[in-house]
Protein backbone atom coordinates (compact mmCIF):
# COMPACT_ATOMS: atom_id res chain seq x y z
CA UNK A 1 0.00 0.00 0.00
CA UNK A 2 2.81 2.71 0.75
CA UNK A 3 4.22 2.21 -2.67
CA UNK A 4 0.57 3.78 -3.99
CA UNK A 5 1.11 6.61 -1.63
CA UNK A 6 4.93 6.77 -2.21
CA UNK A 7 4.30 7.26 -6.33
CA UNK A 8 1.22 9.47 -5.43
CA UNK A 9 2.86 11.95 -2.76
CA UNK A 10 5.82 12.01 -5.55
CA UNK A 11 3.51 13.29 -8.39
CA UNK A 12 1.62 15.63 -6.28
CA UNK A 13 5.03 17.14 -4.53
CA UNK A 14 6.03 17.47 -8.48
CA UNK A 15 2.59 19.78 -8.87
CA UNK A 16 3.86 22.21 -5.53
CA UNK A 17 1.07 24.66 -5.23
CA UNK A 18 -1.04 23.35 -8.39
CA UNK A 19 -1.93 20.29 -6.40
CA UNK A 20 -4.66 20.47 -4.44
CA UNK A 21 -3.26 18.16 -1.39
CA UNK A 22 -0.68 21.54 -1.68
CA UNK A 23 -1.31 22.38 1.74
CA UNK A 24 -1.21 18.65 3.28
CA UNK A 25 1.96 18.42 1.82
CA UNK A 26 3.59 21.54 3.79
CA UNK A 27 3.26 19.26 6.56
CA UNK A 28 5.94 16.75 5.33
CA UNK A 29 9.71 17.00 6.73
CA UNK A 30 11.49 19.15 4.62
CA UNK A 31 14.35 17.65 4.89
CA UNK A 32 15.10 13.42 5.24
CA UNK A 33 18.37 12.74 4.46
CA UNK A 34 18.55 11.32 8.10
CA UNK A 35 16.51 8.46 7.51
CA UNK A 36 18.42 5.64 7.46
CA UNK A 37 17.45 4.24 3.78
CA UNK A 38 18.77 7.29 2.22
CA UNK A 39 22.57 6.72 4.49
CA UNK A 40 25.58 6.78 2.07
CA UNK A 41 27.96 4.68 2.42
CA UNK A 42 30.33 6.28 4.98
CA UNK A 43 27.21 7.06 7.37
CA UNK A 44 26.27 2.98 6.89
CA UNK A 45 30.17 2.65 7.56
CA UNK A 46 29.84 4.37 11.02
CA UNK A 47 27.20 1.91 12.32
CA UNK A 48 29.33 -1.10 11.56
CA UNK A 49 29.11 -1.94 15.70
CA UNK A 50 25.18 -2.08 15.20
CA UNK A 51 24.74 -5.41 13.37
CA UNK A 52 20.93 -5.45 14.11
CA UNK A 53 19.87 -2.04 13.22
CA UNK A 54 22.66 -2.35 9.69
CA UNK A 55 20.62 -5.85 8.70
CA UNK A 56 17.40 -3.98 9.69
CA UNK A 57 18.25 -0.70 7.30
CA UNK A 58 19.73 -3.13 4.25
CA UNK A 59 16.94 -5.03 4.73
CA UNK A 60 14.38 -2.24 4.35
CA UNK A 61 16.82 -0.93 1.45
CA UNK A 62 16.60 -4.80 -0.11
CA UNK A 63 12.65 -4.11 -0.14
CA UNK A 64 12.70 -1.22 -1.67
CA UNK A 65 14.27 -2.18 -4.60
CA UNK A 66 12.71 -5.37 -5.16
CA UNK A 67 9.34 -3.43 -4.80
CA UNK A 68 10.64 -0.40 -7.21
CA UNK A 69 11.99 -3.26 -9.53
CA UNK A 70 8.48 -5.04 -9.74
CA UNK A 71 6.92 -1.60 -10.72
CA UNK A 72 9.48 -1.03 -13.24
CA UNK A 73 9.15 -4.29 -14.95
CA UNK A 74 5.21 -4.20 -14.81
CA UNK A 75 5.73 -0.08 -16.13
CA UNK A 76 8.32 0.10 -18.64
CA UNK A 77 8.60 3.89 -18.13
CA UNK A 78 8.55 3.85 -14.29
CA UNK A 79 12.47 4.38 -14.07
CA UNK A 80 12.20 7.10 -16.24
CA UNK A 81 9.59 9.04 -14.15
CA UNK A 82 10.49 8.48 -10.83
CA UNK A 83 14.05 7.15 -9.99
CA UNK A 84 15.15 4.96 -7.28
CA UNK A 85 16.03 7.74 -4.89
CA UNK A 86 12.64 9.32 -5.23
CA UNK A 87 10.79 6.17 -4.61
CA UNK A 88 12.40 5.53 -1.70
CA UNK A 89 11.58 9.17 -0.48
CA UNK A 90 8.34 8.91 -1.48
CA UNK A 91 8.05 5.07 0.35
CA UNK A 92 9.37 7.25 3.81
CA UNK A 93 6.87 10.14 3.09
CA UNK A 94 4.19 7.51 3.04
CA UNK A 95 5.33 5.87 6.03
CA UNK A 96 5.47 8.85 7.78
CA UNK A 97 0.82 8.79 7.98
CA UNK A 98 -1.11 6.48 9.17
CA UNK A 99 -4.05 5.57 6.55
CA UNK A 100 -7.83 4.44 6.88
CA UNK A 101 -8.62 2.26 3.47
CA UNK A 102 -12.37 2.07 3.32
CA UNK A 103 -12.37 -1.75 1.10
CA UNK A 104 -15.12 -2.59 -1.23
CA UNK A 105 -16.30 -5.73 1.53
CA UNK A 106 -16.83 -1.92 3.99
CA UNK A 107 -14.58 -2.60 6.47
CA UNK A 108 -11.89 -0.20 7.33
CA UNK A 109 -8.48 -1.73 7.60
Same mark, same amino acid.
Given at each position: ???????????? *????? !?? +????? $????? %???????????????????????? *????? !?? +????? $????? %???????????????????????????????????? $???
Amino acid at each position: MNSFYAVFFIEQ *LRLKE !KS +KYYEY $LLSFP %LNITNYPELFSDEEMNMLQGSVDL *LIAIK !KR +KNDNK $LEYDA %LCQSESSFSSLISFREYQEGKILASLRAYDIVFTDG $LTR
